[in-house]
Structure formats: structure tokens, C-alpha cells
């Protein structure tokens, strides 16, 4: 069974403080993801990574950065929070004839 | 107009009633359609894919019309636990980066 493990449930930072969301999946998919999840906006992805060392932009990358210098793991990087990115964080991976599969998520509260 | 969209709901139905949700998507190209379940403050989790032919998996059935691009799910003989919000996903290729998130309709079953 797919794991996915975020390293936070509940997160509280202050604004301009630098955050940083992990994510770790087990079973050495290529493809992972992270993304919001804001009342009646949806899921919105921010960036995504086909591999080691690439990231590709979302939908709603502004604000945010990510990193993957192993395989195993993306981080999703704030550089100076803001109150408007207080949201859920969902990682996520899939990979060839497997579906999405999601961390149970980080809900970051920004002051 | 969004890209993929669901009455949000809240459906308020008792034990044992049939429920039906619909969701229709803007995109003709799209390729791939899921339903997941997400409870309250956890993570999405994959309920079923839909399949062109249509597909059923105990109480819950799947249907696809892509002349009329909507995706439903029928669940029969509902209970308490199956209370939860219900997100239909559109996938544009089979890239997980393409997905759309709809944003959910949510259930509420009686005892």
C-alpha cells in the first residue's frame, strides 16, 4: 500500500518567517506533488517534480518554491509566508498504473 | 465557467436512500475520470475510476457520457458512514500533473 507521510498535521508560522513542508512517499514513484486546498476553491496544484532535481510550475506557483534532491522526498518551500497561503497542504504521488495517493496533509495556520 | 463542476451540496439523506451525484467537465480531451472520498480534515482517497463502460463496486456505480461530458456516481442503499464530501477528478492525459479537481459535493446520511 502506498504511503505518503507529511512531516506536520497542524503548523503555525508567522508572516515573513520561512516554512518548509516535507513530504516523503515509499514507494519510489517518479511523480509527486503538492497541493492546496482552500473552501470553495478546490484542490489547486502548486508545482510538481517528474524527477530528482525537477519541478515544474502549477497552476498557483507564486509564493512558493519546491525541492527534490532525493527521489523519496519533496519539499514545498515558503519563502517569506503570507496570511493568504493559511491553507491545507496536500502532497501527493502517482506513478505508472497507480492511481493519486495523498498525504494526510498540513494544515498551516499563517499569523 | 470552471473546468469541472459539482453541486456542493450538502446532500441530507437518510439511511438507506440512493443518491446521485453528477459532475461535468469543460475539456473534451479529457481521458481519465476518478471519484475519491475525502472526510472531514483528511486527505482525499481514491473511491473508484471510472470506466467508459461504466463500472460498479458494491452499492457505488460509475457512469461516463462524454458526448455530454458528465461523470456521475450512484450510491445505493446509502449509510451513516458513508457521509463525507465526494471529488470528481477529469485527467487531460495520464499525467497526474493535468488533473482537475472538482469541488466536491458533500453527503450527509441519516440514521
Known amino acids: 500500500d502506498v504511503k505518503v507521510t507529511q512531516s506536520s498535521r497542524y503548523l503555525v508560522k508567522r508572516t515573513g518567517e520561512k516554512v518548509f513542508l516535507e513530504c516523503v512517499q515509499d514507494?519510489?514513484?517518479?511523480?509527486m506533488f503538492w497541493y492546496r486546498q482552500d473552501p470553495g476553491l478546490g484542490l489547486r496544484l502548486i508545482y510538481f517534480s517528474y524527477d530528482v532535481k525537477m519541478k515544474e510550475k502549477g497552476d498557483i506557483p507564486e509564493g512558493y518554491s519546491v525541492s527534490r534532491e532525493k527521489k523519496e522526498r519533496f519539499s514545498l518551500i515558503l519563502e517569506s509566508a503570507s496570511t493568504n497561503q493559511t491553507s491545507m497542504y496536500l502532497c501527493?504521488?502517482?506513478?505508472?498504473?497507480?492511481?493519486?495517493?495523498f498525504g494526510n496533509g498540513t494544515r498551516l495556520t499563517v499569523t | 465557467r470552471k473546468e469541472v463542476e459539482q453541486d456542493p451540496g450538502p446532500f441530507n439523506v437518510p439511511e438507506g436512500a440512493t443518491v446521485a451525484f453528477n459532475c461535468t467537465y469543460s475539456?473534451?480531451?479529457?481521458?481519465?475520470f476518478f471519484w475519491y472520498r475525502q472526510d472531514c480534515r483528511k486527505e482525499p482517497k481514491l473511491l473508484m475510476s471510472?470506466?467508459?463502460s461504466g463500472n460498479e463496486d458494491g452499492r457505488f456505480t460509475a457512469q461516463l457520457n462524454k458526448a455530454s461530458q458528465y461523470v456521475s456516481l450512484l450510491i445505493r442503499d446509502s449509510q451513516p458512514s458513508d457521509s463525507a464530501t465526494y471529488l470528481c477528478v477529469v485527467n487531460i492525459n495520464n499525467a497526474g500533473n493535468m488533473l482537475t479537481f472538482g469541488g466536491g459535493t458533500r453527503l450527509m446520511v441519516k440514521p
Open positions: 501527493a504521488t502517482d506513478g505508472q498504473n497507480s492511481p493519486l495517493h
Open positions: 475539456n473534451s480531451a479529457s481521458q481519465s
Open positions: 514507494m519510489d514513484h517518479e511523480n
Open positions: 471510472v470506466y467508459s
